[in-house]
């Protein structure tokens, strides 16, 4: 049996990546009812902008009472180890997926060998997400207790690692160092990227902008088909937040300011609101940020379409 299959408790290696307010519990429900693994990302749930920490707990305990109606099957949640949450939003999320019975933890950013041995006593299952791939962090990861490691080439969308290692590369050098298992994350957009990524050592696949593009996501129209519609040409990357960078589609005003910005050095330009861009779908709000893959994917299909098109490689 598929290794990820066998510890995630589901039937096809492939886990939806979060993606904070566009990954709701339909999307996430959908994923997992399709036998794949649906994550719930930060303010998954919400549809207003909270900003305290107990408000932010409860939107998320909706979200995952609303998951868990629609879905008997295991799903998990975005977490951020302690470096990275200086006000202590994810110990809450930590502590509230105890509570709730959500034992799947997608720890993305830093690697933290010490929390997450305290979180498998705690009964968590910990895929582990540097946000820069390494194989340090990884041995580092899977010494403290991992199960399961993620290797994020800057072919991905969202918030790509500020190294030129590609998904390819990442997830070649990261399975050859760990004897757990490991997930390829960055532009598995089609079957074809799925199996590049199974050949180079992939166990599985971690999948963000191929999910925008599903029946169940709930992203603005007009955002998904800016993506649909953005030649691969016109492509753009800015970098900023300390080095991430970001892929963005056509010129919107903060993506195109972005770069302005970056040409004159400055290296942290704002990129917008999540919230009024990507989820509300004023285009010139926030930055639209997916894959530089996206173009390969030629239509909006239902999650349980994209999760057999990208097991099937596995399943060979
Ligand atoms: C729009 C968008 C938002 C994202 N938000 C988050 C987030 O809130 N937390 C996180 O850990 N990763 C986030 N990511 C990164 C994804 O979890 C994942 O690593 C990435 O989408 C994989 O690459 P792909 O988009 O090429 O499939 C985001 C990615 C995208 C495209």
Request: charged share 20%; glycine share 10%; aromatic share 6%.
């Amino acid at each position: 049996m598929n290794r990820v299959c066998e510890i995630l408790g589901i039937t096809k290696p492939v886990i939806q990546a979060p993606m904070a307010w566009i990954t709701s519990p339909e999307l996430v429900a959908a994923v997992s009812n399709a036998g794949g693994l649906g994550v719930l990302g930060t303010s998954a749930g919400s549809t207003e902008m909270v900003k305290t920490i107990e408000e932010t707990v409860e939107e998320m305990r909706k979200a995952i009472h609303k998951t868990q109606e629609l879905t008997e099957k295991p799903f998990g949640i975005n977490v951020f180890p302690s470096d990275m949450d200086p006000y202590g939003f994810s110990k809450a999320m930590i502590a509230l997926a105890k509570e709730e019975g959500v034992n799947v933890l997608v720890a993305a950013g830093s690697i933290a060998p010490d929390e997450y041995s305290q979180w498998k006593k705690d009964g968590f299952i910990i895929i582990a997400r540097e946000q820069n791939p390494s194989v340090h962090g990884a041995i580092e990861a899977e010494k403290g207790g991992a199960d399961i490691i993620v290797a994020t080439g800057c072919d991905e969308g969202g918030c790509m690692p500020s190294l030129t290692t590609g998904t390819t590369a990442a997830t070649a050098l990261l399975s050859e160092y760990v004897s757990i298992p490991v997930l390829a994350a960055g532009g598995i957009v089609n079957e074809k990227m799925a199996r590049a990524a199974k050949v180079v050592g992939a166990e599985g696949v971690f999948v963000g902008t191929r999910f925008i593009l599903s029946k169940e996501c709930r992203a603005a129209d007009i955002v998904k088909k800016d993506i649909m519609d953005t030649h691969p040409d016109d492509f753009l990357v800015y970098t900023q937040q300390d080095g991430f960078a970001r892929w963005r589609t056509t010129p919107h005003k903060y993506g195109k300011e972005g770069v302005e910005a970056n040409k004159r050095g400055d290296m942290n330009p704002p990129q917008g609101s999540f919230f009024h861009g990507m989820y509300k779908g004023d285009l010139d709000a926030g930055v639209n940020t997916v894959s530089n893959l996206s173009s390969l994917i030629k239509s909006i299909d239902s999650c349980k379409d994209i999760v057999n098109e990208l097991a099937a490689p596995f399943a060979e």
